[in-house]
Structure formats: C-alpha cells, structure tokens
C-alpha cells in the first residue's frame, strides 16, 4: 500500500534506507555525514513523501521524497529496500508522484541520479524521463519528463 510519510512511525527506517542504499552512491555524500543526517527531518518538512509498506502500520519497505518548486516536480530521494526491488514500489510511488504534481500544475518532472546507480537510471528512462545533462563534479546525472496536464 502507498500512504503519506507518519514521521513517528516511518522516519527511523527510511534514515536507514538512506544511509544503507542512497548514501553509499552519492559522490558527495558520506555514511558518517552527521550534519546531512541531521537535517534530513527538515528537508522531509519541505516536502511530500510517500512510503510503500506491507500494511498501515508496518514499516516503509520503500519511500519517495518530492517537493513542488514553481511548475516543477522535483524528484528529491527514492528508494526501495533490497529484499522488496522488483515488485514495482517504485513505479508505484513515481506514478504518485507525478499524480500529485499534475494536480499541482507541474509541467515537468525533474530528478537527479548518481552515475553509478544503473537501475535506477534505466527505471527512470522506462517511465518517460530523458537525461538531459551530466553533471561531472557531482558524478550525477540529470533527468527531466514532460507531464500532461489532467
């Protein structure tokens, strides 16, 4: 099931998520980054999240983290846990996404991703995104999809 994020119930496993899946990939990040950490409650306040768990109260097996800016739907965090890849979280939380976005008369959907994180590349370029530009002093790439109004 997708529900919205319950920071008291859902916040401990999708920092773990983080730290174990997202962290290891980014150039600019490191595990040890307590500063980045820290301010993840922040940043989630910024935004939407939605977490995909098994039932209403057990925990996230995957979460997607967005924010509108403007006509943009900005694509800030995904991940899904390993045990849980394959079974279309992720499709499910970006279709939430961009539903959401279109409701808010986003135009685009724009998504960054590390250049060594294959899978989610290809996922992304399944879904309609296309790479646009490459950033080499991030080691990352960047990806934008056109959404039709509703």
Known sequence: MIR???PRFDQAEVVRLIRSELI???HTVHQHD???IRELPKRFRRGVTYVASLSKKSPPVSFIHFEVMGEVLYL?????????????????????SEA???????KVARLFVDQVNDKAHQLYNKLGYNTVHYYPELRCYEL???LAPL
């Open 4 to 6: 919205l994020y319950e």
């Open 76 to 96: 800030d965090m995904m991940v899904t846990h390993p045990e849980h890849r394959n079974r279309q979280w992720g499709r499910k939380l970006i279709a939430h």
């Open 34 to 36: 307590a500063q980045t």
């Open 144 to 146: 934008l999809k056109p």
């Open 24 to 26: 290891p990939l980014s």
């Open 100 to 106: 959401y976005g279109r409701k808010q008369h986003c």
